[in-house]
C-alpha cells in the first residue's frame, strides 16, 4: 500500500490544510476593510518611514546652492509623488517660504521658542521629518509630515473584534468538523468490520465484506476475506474428509457383520459336537469375543449415525422413577447371576424429564454394561436420586477399580462417545468422577432445580 492512500497521510493532508488557512484569517478579514478606503493604494506608500525619511534627506541634499525658485519647483513635484503630504521649507533668515500644508499653525517667522514647540508637536502628530537644505545649516530646513490618518495602520472596532472572532471559530469549528467527519467515517468501518466478524451464517462461517478503497483499513479487510477463504476451504476439506470417515466406518461395520454372522454359526454348531473341555473353553471364548465385537461395531455404526444427524430423536414427557426401575427391572437377572449386590434407592414420586426413551435406555444399558465389564470386582451397583451442585440427578455408582485401570475388557471409547452425543442431543448433563475406590455417573436435566421432584 503507497503511503498516499494511507489514513496518515490523509489525516496529514488535513492538518496541513489547517495551518495554511489559519494564517490566513486576520488578512482575509481586514481584506474588505482595506479595499473600502479608496486612499488605501496611496497610504501604502507612506508606511515604510524608513525609506521615506532616506528620500527626504537625500532630495534636501541635492538642493544645496538651489535659488528659492528651484526649492520651490522640487517642493512641488515630491508634492505631486505624495499628494497626501504636507510639505514647507523655511530659509536661512528664519522665514517661511512655501507651504504646501493644511496645518493652520505654521508660524511665518521661525524663533527659538516656536521652533521648540514645533518640534515637540512633531513627535506625536503629524510624523514630521526635518532636514537641512545642502550642506550647511544656512540655506535654511524643508519638512516632510505625514497626517496621522495617513500613517496609522487600519484598525478593529469592538464590532469588528466580534467578527473576526466568529470568524476564527468558525474557522476552527471547520477543522473539528472535518476531523470529526474524518474519524467517525474511521470508526463506522471499522464497526463494520467488527459486526462481520462477529456475525456468523448456518455454517459458522462469517460473510465477506466489500473492499472498495486502499488504505489500511481496507488491506485489514482484504487479510479478513482471505482468511475467510481458506476456512471455506479447511471446512470443505474436513466435511470431505468426515463423510468419507463416516462412509468407511458404515462400510467396515456392515462388511465385517457377514463373518461374524458365519463366525456365531459355526461356534454354536461346534457346541454340538464332542469337544474337550478345552475345546470347550475356546469354542465358549469365541463365542464371548464375537459378542464384544458384535458390540462393538454396533456402537461403531451408531456414533457414526449420530455424528451426522441420521438417528432421529423423538423427545417425550417421561416419569424418570418409573423409567429407571423398568430399566433396573430388566438388569437385575443379569447382575444378581455375577453376584452383584443391587442397591436402588428411588422415591415414591413423579419425577419428568423431557427425553427420547430408546436413546435413553440404550445409555443405561451402555453404563451398566461398563459396571459388568469394568467393575465385577466390586460386585456392587447402587442407583439413586442425589443432590448434584444444586440440581436432582440420578447417580450410578460401583466399587469397581475405577476406569483407569488397564483391562482386557475395555473398548475404544465408542459407547461413552455415543452417550456423550445422546445426552448433549436431549439436553442433559453428565459427569463421571472415579478413582481406585470405584466409578461414580451422575445424570441430570440441565435446566432444572431441587424443586421439581
Do not use: C
Request: no cysteine; glycine share 6%; hydrophobic share 40%.
Amino acid at each position: 500500500m503507497k503511503f498516499r492512500h494511507s489514513l496518515l497521510a490523509k489525516y496529514l493532508l488535513i492538518i496541513i490544510v489547517a495551518l495554511i488557512i489559519w494564517p490566513f484569517v486576520l488578512p482575509a478579514y481586514l481584506l474588505p476593510s482595506y479595499l473600502l478606503d479608496k486612499d488605501f493604494q496611496q497610504k501604502t506608500d507612506y508606511m515604510d518611514r524608513d525609506k521615506l525619511q532616506k528620500m527626504w534627506h537625500q532630495e534636501a541634499i541635492k538642493l544645496d546652492g538651489a535659488t528659492s525658485e528651484e526649492i520651490d519647483q522640487k517642493l512641488r513635484a515630491l508634492k505631486k509623488q505624495y499628494p497626501l503630504s504636507w510639505m514647507f521649507w523655511v530659509d536661512g533668515s528664519g522665514k517661511t517660504q512655501l507651504i504646501l500644508s493644511d496645518q493652520k499653525n505654521i508660524p511665518g517667522q521661525w524663533t527659538l521658542e516656536n521652533s521648540i514647540e514645533f518640534m515637540n508637536k512633531s513627535d506625536k502628530d503629524p510624523i514630521t521629518f526635518v532636514s537641512y537644505i545642502g550642506s550647511g545649516k544656512s540655506n535654511g530646513f524643508m519638512v516632510f509630515q505625514i497626517p496621522a490618518s495617513v500613517a496609522e495602520l487600519p484598525t478593529l472596532s469592538p464590532v469588528d473584534d466580534k467578527y473576526l472572532a466568529l470568524y476564527a471559530f468558525f474557522v476552527f469549528g471547520l477543522f473539528l468538523f472535518v476531523s470529526w467527519l474524518f474519524f467517525f467515517k474511521i470508526r463506522k468501518r471499522l464497526v463494520h468490520l467488527q459486526t462481520a466478524m462477529t456475525e456468523t451464517k448456518e455454517n459458522g462461517i462469517p460473510d465477506k465484506i466489500k473492499v472498495n478503497k486502499k488504505d489500511e483499513i481496507s488491506e485489514l479487510g482484504k487479510a479478513f476475506n482471505h482468511m475467510i477463504d481458506e476456512l471455506i476451504k479447511s471446512r470443505q476439506h474436513e466435511q470431505e474428509e468426515e463423510a468419507l470417515r463416516k462412509q468407511l466406518i458404515a462400510s467396515i461395520s456392515h462388511d465385517l457383520r457377514t463373518p461374524l454372522t458365519a463366525i456365531r454359526g459355526h461356534a454354536y454348531s461346534l457346541q454340538k459336537e464332542p469337544l474337550t473341555p478345552i475345546g470347550k473353553d475356546s469354542v465358549h471364548l469365541i463365542e464371548k469375543k464375537v459378542d464384544l465385537l458384535s458390540h462393538l461395531l454396533d456402537n461403531l455404526l451408531s456414533y457414526t449415525l449420530l455424528s451426522a444427524g441420521r438417528y432421529t430423536l423423538k423427545k417425550e414427557e417421561t416419569d424418570m422413577i418409573r423409567f429407571i426401575r423398568e430399566s433396573m427391572a430388566g438388569w437385575y437377572p443379569v447382575f444378581e447371576k455375577e453376584g452383584f449386590k443391587v442397591d436402588v434407592n428411588l422415591p415414591e414420586k413423579v419425577w419428568i424429564w423431557t427425553i427420547d426413551r430408546n436413546w435413553f435406555m440404550r445409555i443405561l444399558d451402555n453404563f451398566y454394561q461398563n459396571v459388568l465389564r469394568h467393575a465385577k470386582a466390586g460386585l456392587y451397583i447402587s442407583v439413586r436420586i442425589v443432590d448434584y451442585e444444586g440440581k436432582p440427578a440420578i447417580l450410578i455408582e460401583d466399587r469397581g477399580p475405577g476406569l483407569d485401570v488397564t483391562t482386557d475388557k475395555k473398548g475404544a471409547g465408542i459407547g461413552l462417545s455415543i452417550v456423550s452425543l445422546m445426552l448433549e442431543e436431549m439436553q442433559v448433563g453428565w459427569k463421571i468422577t472415579s478413582s481406585s475406590k470405584g466409578t461414580e455417573i451422575y445424570l441430570y436435566e440441565k435446566n432444572t432445580d431441587l424443586n421439581k421432584i
